[in-house]
């Protein structure tokens, strides 16, 4: 299966994408000035407890205040393998107590952000916990003897009172590898807690690593053929760590010629969009309903086109089987967290019943949520779970439609000015001299007042000339392009010289 990653940051966006034969499998994208990222600890005061909950709220200086339980002292060990350490029974908190915390889930809607005292820090090999003694390896590491040896090896990394979990690379890292991770780890928590003394609350005082380097820490890379970078500074940091690994087979890195868009010529843009529609279409006609609820997401399989060539049982079959396997790719691309219920296409053959649950299964396996799988009940539904890591991306580059009140969904103007910028690489690449943009009145405003966003073209292309036209009666996602070679163009009424 060939796969590769593609890296960018551009319009105060970081984007990342992956694609496996041909596929979009799955796509990030983080705003750059994002302060409630996961892995963020700050100083927070304790505004509320409610001991009927065994929860609190925290002021973090936020939007919103954060929000922590009982449940999130310990770390998530459903995916882990080590001794046992008992929960505690409340949170020992009160209002007024300056604490450190950590984001462990960044704020939905109008619920802010979830937090934790129990700080982690991670690393390519090793996640150090300095104030929780539990010792655990990743379960994805299925050798047993391997699993037990890492055990042991990494009690000697850690202090009294400190804890470590093992990651899926650690086999990959020789011992001294490890455990000077794991001293660099704890030098950066000593910083942590020398600046929580004099910092005001709200303060943060420690920020995680860039989405591309999250992405490469928590893979193992030599299981990308590819990957591409969108920018020299992305580049040059990612042969940096690649240099690092001890990896046998390492995959070819790429610097994407910045003259054009990355996402934008490789289609990414276009498979995005796809995945935001509630309908999905497979490759021999039959098609899937995706409806997301506030309390769960529905999905409907249907035939479609598709009639098959044996009997209706058969045809209804491979329906699912290939609806199955689409289902894991979509939920996994969208994010999507929570309860599922899937409608799948009624079969009377028992066997047949079961193993669309387990293809379910094994698809589901394949991504790095824990996701459970329940049994085909008797009207055709099955039931899943999904833990849903991090934001989806649709609540950055989609938001809530004015002209249906939130019935649909319309781009966002980050979202909006990313395209402006990759059309225009696109003509100017060709050997376009002149652009004119049609757009809407209020993107043509935020792109006058924001021109940082085309600096980086004027510098590419000093001879060319970009000019907009702004419309009242466009739609915000609207863009219409006029482009010639020798500059001869006659502009229309209203035009405004953008450089």
């Not at 390519?124 to 391997?146: H, N, Q, W």
């Not at 591409?228 to 890195?253: D, H, K």
């Not at 757009?439 to 907009?468: D, S």
Request: hydrophobic share 35%; aromatic share 8%.
């Amino acid at each position: 299966m060939a796969k590769k990653l593609y890296f960018d940051s551009q319009c105060g966006l970081e984007h990342y994408a992956c694609m496996e034969d041909g596929k979009l499998t799955e796509y990030e994208v983080e705003r750059c000035s994002s302060s409630a990222a996961i892995g963020n600890i700050y100083k927070g005061r304790v505004t509320d407890v409610l001991n009927g909950m065994q929860a609190a709220f925290i002021d973090c200086g936020l939007e919103r205040h954060c929000y922590i339980s009982v449940c999130d002292l310990l770390p998530d060990r459903v995916n882990l393998e080590g001794r046992d350490i008992d929960i505690p029974a409340s949170l020992d908190m009160h209002v007024g107590d300056e604490i450190l915390v950590q984001i462990i889930k960044p704020p939905v809607g109008k619920k802010g952000a979830r937090v934790t005292t129990n700080i982690s820090y991670v690393g390519r090999y090793m996640v150090f916990t300095p104030y929780c003694s539990f010792i655990g390896v990743s379960a994805k590491i299925s050798d047993k003897e391997l699993r037990k040896t890492l055990l042991q090896t990494a009690k000697t990394y850690v202090r009294e009172g400190e804890g470590v979990i093992v990651r899926t690379a650690a086999p990959y890292a020789v011992r001294e590898v490890k455990n000077r991770e794991v001293e660099y780890l704890r030098n950066v928590h000593n910083g942590v807690l020398a600046a929580f003394e004099s910092a005001e609350v709200g303060s943060l005082l420690y920020r995680d690593s860039p989405l591309y380097m999250r992405v490469l820490r928590d893979k193992i890379l030599s299981a990308a053929d590819e990957i591409y970078a969108g920018n020299g500074e992305i580049y040059e940091n990612l042969v940096t760590v690649q240099q690092s690994l001890a990896a046998n087979v390492q995959p070819r890195i790429y610097r994407h010629d910045e003259h054009t868009d990355l996402f934008y010529e490789n289609g990414i843009y276009t498979e995005f969009g796809k995945s935001m529609l509630s309908k999905v279409e497979l490759d021999n006609g039959t098609y899937i309903i995706i409806e997301r609820t506030e309390a769960l997401t529905v999905i409907d399989v249907n035939t479609g086109k598709f009639t098959g060539e044996d009997s209706l049982e058969q045809t209804v079959y491979t329906t699912n089987v290939l609806a199955a396997r689409e289902i894991a790719r979509q939920v996994k691309l969208r994010n999507l967290g929570g309860l599922f219920v899937v409608d799948f296409i009624d079969m009377t053959d028992e066997k047949h019943c079961r193993a669309i649950v387990q293809e379910l299964e094994s698809a589901l396996k394949r991504d790095k949520a824990r996701c459970k799988v329940e049994p085909m009940s008797r009207f055709g539904l099955v039931e899943f779970t999904r833990k849903r890591t991090g934001v989806p991306a649709d609540t950055i580059m989609c938001k809530s439609c004015p002209t249906c009140r939130g019935a649909g969904w319309t781009r966002s103007e980050e979202s909006v000015l990313g395209e402006l910028r990759a059309r225009l690489l696109h003509l100017l690449s060709t050997g376009k001299s002149t652009v004119c943009v049609d757009l809407n009145n209020n993107v043509a405003n935020a792109l006058i007042q924001r021109k940082e966003y085309v600096k980086n073209i004027a510098a590419l292309y000093p001879m060319a000339r970009v000019y907009i036209v702004s419309h009242r009666t466009y739609a915000e996602d609207a863009m219409y392009f006029r482009a010639v070679e020798d500059g001869n163009y006659g502009m229309p009424e209203g035009t405004v010289l953008l450089y």
